[in-house]
């Protein structure tokens, strides 16, 4: 199986799926845990390039070109053998962050093109959370914002990423989380909300 996490800046996608990953494992499943941008060539350049203070030294359509060819050889090089062997992928991020992020400021059709070779996950969570709730939570624990955080983008990826799950809500399964529930809550709603989706296997 494989799942990707979702979610805008400040979800709280790591902590959720540190929570998921445990989850998953009481099942029974064989959890391989990656993330994109990846730690390969591509990802780390991505990286790089969005964690520079200075003026953006790319194109957004660079930016996207980059995510998708990340993307494709986490694909190929990663998420295949791994699923192969029988593990279950957990992605933090994949397809929807592109489509959401990309097409904020590109027309969807081209990104979504980019990405025509990247199949889809079997289960997409996505971890729904206020902008306020996010950019308190941004505020606290980083040191300077990225790029991609600020009030006006955080609300517009919030439309965009509904844009995208009700475009694909037919062919992906879709759970959603909810990112406003406490710390100490996550891993009670994880398994109230998706033990339906992942039966034990044991
Ligand atoms: P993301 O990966 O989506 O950017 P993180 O999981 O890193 O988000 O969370 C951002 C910050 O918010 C972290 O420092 C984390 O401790 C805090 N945080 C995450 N989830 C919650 C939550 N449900 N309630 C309160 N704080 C949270
Ligand atoms: P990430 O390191 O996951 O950030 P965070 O831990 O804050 O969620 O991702 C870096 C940024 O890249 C993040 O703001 C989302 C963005 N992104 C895209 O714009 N498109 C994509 O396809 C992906 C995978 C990430």
Redesign the pocket.
Known sequence: MFIAVE?I???????TIAELEKFLAARGHAVHRTAEPTKLDTGRAIRELLGQKSERPYTRHELALLFAADRLRHLEEEVEPMLAAGKTVLTDRYLFSSLAYQSADLPYEWVRELNRFARLPDVVVYIGVSVDTALA?LAR?RQGTEIFETRGFLEKLTTAYERVMAEYAGRVTIERLD?E???EN?AADIEQRLSGIFPKKI
């Open positions: 979610g800046d400040g979800s709280g996608k790591s902590t939570r624990f990112g529930v406490t710390m996550i």
